[in-house]
T-cell receptor
Framework: QKEVEQNSGPLSVPEGAIASLNCTYS??????FFWYRQYSGKSPELIMF????GDKEDGRFTAQLNKASQYVSLLIRDSQPSDSATYLC???????????FGKGTTLSVSS | EADIYQTPRYLVIGTGKKITLECSQT?????MYWYQQDPGMELHLIHY???????EKGDLSSESTVSRIRTEHFPLTLESARPSHTSQYLC????????FGSGTRLTVV
């Protein structure tokens, strides 16, 4: 089992819809969870991080964490074509030494 | 505005050459990292450092080496480049979440 798993997609949504991106992780001791956006040919950029169970909102983005289910999600409201990118889920390992990344989910928002 | 800089942005080099990929950050972060990413694949940690004179190997076996003589500088060296080293190399530094540099796309021919 991979440490951080994401559906590679592509996930296609129309402009204005809600995009839901999901991630599961294997290390039950993980404490910190991050979502990055990566445009083609570019480096990842941090969107949000979440440490506690529940929801965390930042503008059009909401991160959701359920440690019992080892599940993290990212909701993007009012999706825009500029949101089209690969979204990477990352989990800090229990030792706290580094982030472990999933393969990413490709999102395509059509206008 | 990028506070972490990688050079070169692109590099095409012949087999057997020695190369150094540069990474510098101006944020004063103690923690720095090197990741390798192939197209469509996840980032794999190859080296990390928690401060000056501290370096550790990551999860992915790599023939590269790193040094951390100054807080702001974390270069990666390949003594003898091979085609299997062709990849994108991403440097990052962290306080909480990571800030990535723009990456070096290396092609070994």
């Amino acid at each position: 089992q991979k440490e951080v798993e994401q559906n590679s997609g592509p996930l296609s949504v129309p402009e204005g819809a809600i995009a839901s991106l999901n991630c599961t992780y294997s290390d039950r001791g993980s404490q910190s969870f991050f979502w990055y956006r990566q445009y083609s040919g570019k480096s990842p950029e941090l969107i949000m991080f979440i440490y506690s169970n529940g929801d965390k909102e930042d503008g059009r983005f909401t991160a959701q964490l359920n440690k019992a289910s080892q599940y993290v999600s990212l909701l993007i409201r009012d999706s825009q074509p500029s949101d089209s990118a690969t979204y990477l889920c990352a989990v800090k390992n229990q030792a706290g030494t580094a982030l472990i990344f999933g393969k990413g989910t490709t999102l395509s928002v059509s206008s | 505005e990028a506070d972490i800089y990688q050079t070169p942005r692109y590099l095409v080099i012949g087999t057997g050459k020695k190369i150094t990929l540069e990474c510098s950050q101006t944020m004063g972060h103690d923690k720095m990292y090197w990741y390798q990413q192939d197209p469509g694949m996840e980032l794999h940690l190859i080296h990390y450092s928690y401060g000056v004179n501290s370096t550790e190997k990551g999860d992915l076996s790599s023939e590269s080496t790193v040094s951390r003589i100054r807080t702001e500088h974390f270069p990666l060296t390949l003594e003898s480049a091979r085609p299997s080293h062709t990849s994108q190399y991403l440097c990052a530094s962290s306080q909480n979440g990571y800030t990535f540099g723009s990456g070096t796309r290396l092609t070994v021919v």
